[in-house]
């Protein structure tokens, strides 16, 4: 009887061990965590090295990231401005997510095309957005991190 009751419960642990598995992030749900967000640049190192502050003015490191649910992408320039001339909201740029990649876009007018930029996703939560960019002028890798507000 022992033994039949060992069979039946490691029987059961294989059955639902088996059928238990960890649900991956999807683009929709990676999509989820950051919409209608504001995100502050909080991190930036280049090849594991701390280089915000020397790499960021203080009116740049006040700006907020917004993604927006209709794909498009805002940056709030915060309290201060670089250039005075500055629209308090930057749009017009584009993002989406496909697979690990969050693809950022936008216009540039005075070469009359678009430019993109393939982020890697390292990190994305309800608080943290970790972006990842090879180094294309060297060896290396920089690395974004955003800290919702």
């Keep these: 009887m022992k033994r039949r009751h060992l069979l039946i419960v490691m029987i059961s642990a294989v059955i639902?061990?088996?059928?238990?598995?960890?649900i991956p992030i999807v683009p929709e749900n990676k999509a989820k965590a950051i919409i209608g967000k504001k995100w502050k640049l909080t991190g930036y190192t280049e090849n594991n090295v701390d280089k915000l502050t020397e790499n960021y003015a203080p009116c740049e490191l006040d700006n907020i990231d917004i993604y927006m649910p209709d794909g498009s992408y805002i940056i709030d320039e915060g309290l201060t401005k670089c250039n005075d001339d500055d629209e308090q909201l930057q749009e017009g740029s584009k993002w989406i997510i496909k697979g690990?990649?969050?693809?950022?876009?936008?216009?540039?007018?005075?070469?009359?095309?678009?430019?993109?930029?393939?982020?890697?996703?390292?990190?994305?939560?309800?608080?943290?957005?970790?972006?990842?960019?090879?180094?294309?002028?060297?060896?290396?890798?920089?690395?974004?991190?955003?800290?919702?507000?």
């Design 16 to 22: 639902c061990f088996s059928g238990c598995k960890k």
């Design 100 to 149: 690990n990649k969050l693809i950022l876009s936008y216009e540039n007018d005075d070469y009359d095309m678009e430019i993109e930029a393939q982020f890697e996703i390292l990190e994305i939560s309800a608080k943290t957005l970790k972006l990842a960019i090879p180094n294309f002028d060297g060896p290396g890798t920089f690395i974004f991190t955003f800290t919702a507000q």
